[in-house]
């Protein structure tokens, strides 16, 4: 909450913005010191960035008990009322607004400040289609959904972060959560998690994957690797970096011609039962009446549109392809992903969905195009998910992976001319992994050229 006037600096010349920090009348004194302190602390953090996508605050003053930031003026909208005046931003825009959003927030993690309060509101763009971030590292504090001491969530959580929502600190993993959100906002023209409640909100975040459909490719990859709920296996900047310019090729991430419905899919359910549980606690009055809905169990199913997928390089692993492909018509054999796997970028499978194409039998080679010659795509995946998470063994994913992939192939039209394999995780990748899974790849027989996806021939 806050009233921000235009100011000129007389001194020398200068037009700035001034913003007063008002804080909620009904605040506790105590609380209401923690949030003085805390803004003036960042403020003075965030005085010190220097970065072409950060807004430059000059200076805190407090005078009569009340705090105002004297900050670098912008004209130019938002990226929210940008959207609402017209509609989802272009592909080719969405990249260059990523790239800026996050050379910005490499800069405050660098400087060991985390934004809290990433989306398309505090996302300025201006005419030339340069862009700022605005109330770096001071609005969450103030404006945004926190609990306060009374135990109420005050706004919509929409923006934060699934391990932020279960109490824990904010990170540089949680803004860039938050980035994938409001990047998914910008391409899809709506929130991914705005729901008509707070409570809903809350469950949509805990439990529900979301489906990118005005883009495809490198940057659906990007938007969903970003949204991951485990900060662990979230993609990092380097990767975010790299998709960026993978999607900056030629074919890898248009719009796709067709645009259904958008929908969300629900997460497949492991360990989130656990989770929403400790959220229900955490939100104490504003969500316990709706915590039986938390523990819902999901799964997840296969989307009916098709994506595109590209992966960033692991940071840690050579890609290695150790394993062979059955080459006669119509027969499978396994491959495995994960350290010590043939495939040894796992990123490539967690977000691989139906319908996600690739040049190369080993998957590590850059995704393209189904409707262009390609040498493999994903037709099918099996979920693998347990409540209790102990890897059941190798045999056993073998068990259960493989007859669901042949069932599976065999309701391709094209399948006498085309062969199948699975791709089951190693012991590394299902511990390291909460969306356990195996998927079903299918190449040509003849070793040729697939051209269009199998799914609809």
Known sequence: MGVVWLAEDLTIGRRVAIKELLLPHNIAPQERQVFEERVLREARTAGRLNDPGIVTVHDVVREHGSTFLVMELIEAKNLADVVAQHGPIPVDQVLKIAEQLLSALEAAHRAGIVHRDVKPSNVMIDASGRVKLTDFGIAQSIEDPKLTTSGTLIGSPTYISPERLLG?????????????????????????????????????????????????GPLANLILGLL????????????????????????????PAAQPVPVTKPMPKSKRGLVITIAAVVLVGAVLAFSGVFNKKTNETAGPAPQQQTTAPSETSTPSVTGSVNKQQGTGTTKTYGDNGDVTNSTVIQYGDPGSCFNGMDLNETLFDCSGAHDVEIYGQVQLNRDSGAYPGPDQV????????????????????????T??????????????????????????????SVKGN
Request: overall charge neutral.
């Open 168 to 216: 824990q600190e904010a990170s540089p993993a949680s803004d860039l959560w938050a980035l994938g959100a409001t990047l998914f906002f910008a391409v899809e023209g709506y929130g991914a998690y705005e729901r008509p409640s707070t409570p809903a909100a809350i469950q949509a975040i805990m439990n529900e994957r979301v489906q990118v459909r005005r883009a495809h």
């Open 228 to 255: 991951d709920p485990d900060p662990h296996t979230r993609l990092t900047g380097g990767q975010v970096r790299y998709l960026i310019e993978q999607a900056r090729q030629p074919g890898t991430s248009g719009t």
């Open 398 to 421: 073998i068990k259960e992976s493989e007859p669901e992939c042949k069932a599976q192939f065999e309701d391709l039209t094209a399948k006498d001319t085309l062969k199948f394999w």
């Open 423 to 452: 791709i089951v995780p190693t012991k590394s990748a299902w511990e390291d992994y909460t969306r356990r899974k195996a998927v079903c790849v299918v190449a040509k027989a003849d070793g040729g050229k697939l051209t269009g």
